[in-house]
């Protein structure tokens, strides 16, 4: 058995002894087309019985996935067809450190998990935006509840439920809720039926997640999926803590990161016909014509349709991950994905994620903003310039290596597509192949507007919470 099959065996015996208490969307993604954000408030000098008996029984339900119930990692698994899955409603529950500073307040186990989240909110509470900004003092953000449904109307009735129904019973108050959408290009991508996931630029999003489960695995040596070059595997601890034990049952939970950023599509698009028409008028009439397209390849380090610079323009499949960067690269050194996803030249093929890269992150972001629609597909003729964006969510096991990743595409050449969110005025220049001098311009499509660090606890932290006294 090879080190990366020993780490997927460990993997899913994790999986298989905790997955009824894992939070769903860590391991598997939500699948799920439409999605509401609940930024919630607790009434500190409510009566917390009633609170915890609500979210003890949000968790007991999952057990069966009757009623309203957060989804754990299981229940996914569970839904087997397409009906299924088209009726299934999806439901998180995140607590930010003064969230779950007044659920366990007098509970000192947990102050190792509050104390990362405290620790960790350096780029919250210096020059980055925070959400909680939105509101006074009294009104802290203390948890976020994410909503999934394949029905567009099935979320707001959802949503309204637990508004007026069940928010004002328990001294929960909604603080405000923020929309989001899959959108996909249908004429994009190996699975043309159901189209390729794209963000707002146009671009097939979440590429180069790591690899943990067996389903994951067994795609590899199908279709051309190899990892000879760059090994995605890496093991489940790298994105879950520890939680104190009750009664001596080990449950298990996982940090997130949540970022609202938006997105400046027609800037986007206009800087890249710029470049396209200076490298066409530096080359002779002879010589081929570069378009946009090529040039945001070399922005993002891949093809609209996910595939890498680093692989020929013929494959349609952002799944063909199977590269690094060679000394003579066909991606920029500059290139977002490049800074995003580090595949060093020293990195040794074949050793799994975990000893490629330091800091693994499991990405679930999801856009946000009303885009047109063509023939199923994300118009890209309407270029809109506000309104737009993403929400970055990471898993992690450590929160802070999303700074380290951003920190990373910092230094040297600027993520082009990032540009220096702490600092959006920094200028940036870029070496363009073709262009002569550093071009000026890029970076300043993306905007922070702000964001969280939150904790994601097992479904038997909820259900523990029916016991008034913590059993150790």
């Known amino acids: 058995m090879s080190e990366s099959q020993t780490i997927i065996a460990e993997n899913e015996a994790f999986l298989q002894q905790h997955g009824r208490d894992l939070q769903a969307n860590i391991f598997i993604s939500r699948r799920k087309t439409f999605v509401e954000i609940l930024f919630l408030h607790l009434d500190a000098d409510g009566d917390r019985s009633t609170l915890n008996t609500t979210l003890s029984k949000l968790a007991e339900n999952s057990e069966t996935a009757t009623g309203i119930h957060l989804t754990s990692y299981q229940n996914q698994l569970d839904i087997q067809t ?15 450190s003064k969230g779950l500073t007044k659920i ?20 919250l509470d210096g020059n980055l935006p925070h959400l909680e900004l ?94 000879n070059e760059w090994n995605p595997v890496s093991s489940y601890k790298e994105f879950v803590v520890s939680e104190p034990a009750v009664a001596g049952q080990e449950t298990f939970g996982s940090y997130l990161v949540l970022r609202k950023m938006s997105q400046d599509v027609r800037q986007f698009n206009e800087v890249l016909k710029d470049i396209a028409d200076k490298i066409n008028q530096a080359r002779s009439n002879d010589d081929p014509k570069v378009t946009p397209q090529e040039v945001g390849a070399l922005a993002f380090g891949r093809r609209r349709n ?42 040794w093929p074949g050793l799994p994620r975990m000893y490629q890269n330091p800091n693994p992150i499991i990405r679930r972001g999801i856009t946000y903003g009303k885009r047109r629609l063509r023939y199923g597909s994300l118009d890209t003729t309407v270029q809109p310039n506000g309104d737009v964006g993403l929400f970055f969510l990471s898993f992690q096991n450590d929160i802070g290596r999303y700074q380290k ?35 000026e311009g890029f970076g300043k499509f993306v905007e922070l507007l702000g964001g969280l660090n939150l904790y994601a606890p097992s479904l038997s932290f909820f259900r523990n919470l029916s016991t008034p006294t913590p059993v150790i």
């Open 306 to 347: 996910g595939t890498s610079t680093e692989r020929e323009p013929a494959y349609d499949d952002k799944g063909l991950n199977d590269f690094h960067y060679p000394e003579i690269s066909k991606c920029p050194f500059f290139a977002h994905a490049r800074k995003m996803n580090a595949r060093e030249v020293e990195a």
């Open 104 to 123: 366990h307040q007098k509970d000192d186990r947990w102050f190792p998990i509050l104390d990362h989240l405290r620790g960790n909110r350096q780029d």
């Open 405 to 439: 990743i951003l920190q990373q595409s910092w230094t040297n050449d600027l993520d082009p597509i990032l540009g220096h969110l702490d600092n959006p005025q920094k200028t940036l220049q870029h070496n363009i192949p073709g262009l002569n001098e550093p071009y």
């Open 82 to 96: 397409p009906s299924q899955h088209q009726r299934s409603l999806f439901c998180n529950l995140f607590l930010t």
């Open 134 to 227: 939105k509101f006074t003092a009294d009104k802290s953000i203390d948890a976020v509840m994410i909503l999934g449904h394949n029905s567009k109307d099935a979320l707001p009735r959802m949503r309204r439920s637990f508004e007026r129904e069940i928010f004002p019973r328990i001294g929960v108050e909604l603080l405000f809720t923020e929309e989001a959408q899959v959108y996909r290009n249908k004429l994009m991508g190996g699975n043309r039926g159901r189209g390729l996931v794209v963000e707002h630029f146009g671009y097939a999003d979440g590429a180069s997640n790591p690899c943990i489960t067996a389903r994951e695995f067994g795609k590899f040596g199908v279709d051309g999926k190899t990892m």
